[in-house]
Nanobody, 123 residues
Framework: QVQLVESGGGLVTAGDSLRLPCAASGGTFSNLIIAWFRQAPGKEREFVSAISYSGGTTNYADSVKGRFTASRDNTKNTVTLQMNSLKPEDTAVYYC????????????????WGQGTRITVSS
């Protein structure tokens, strides 16, 4: 059973940067596609980013493209979401998700989920 643990959330000011690590255990990490989703209060969970097995392919939501960067270290079983130029609309709970086979932008494609970490961006 794959377990995912996010960390790094907190309260920041607009324009700040933040790094969100997601640590995985219980499976062969290099066989997992990892994605980030977020859920703002009163809204549906939405896709943020995905990164392929080796990290060679990434995908981003238009709302974060150019500001967020996903990377992975398969030797440390960790994926990191680097978030720059944060905006108040980035305020949400951020979830790390994983799947062995599917690289997509919908939450239904991912089998494993972390508990989430909250980010609040003040203006």
């Amino acid at each position: 059973q794959v377990q995912l643990v996010e960390s790094g959330g907190g309260l920041v000011t607009a324009g700040d940067s933040l790094r969100l690590p997601c640590a995985a255990s219980g499976g062969t990490f290099s066989n997992l596609i990892i994605a980030w989703f977020r859920q703002a209060p009163g809204k549906e969970r939405e896709f943020v980013s995905a990164i392929s097995y080796s990290g060679g392919t990434t995908n981003y939501a238009d709302s974060v493209k150019g500001r967020f960067t996903a990377s992975r270290d398969n030797t440390k079983n960790t994926v990191t979401l680097q978030m720059n130029s944060l905006k108040p609309e980035d305020t949400a709970v951020y979830y790390c998700a994983a799947d062995r086979y599917r690289f997509g932008t919908t939450k239904e494609k991912y089998e494993y989920w972390g508990q989430g970490t909250r980010i609040t961006v003040s203006s």
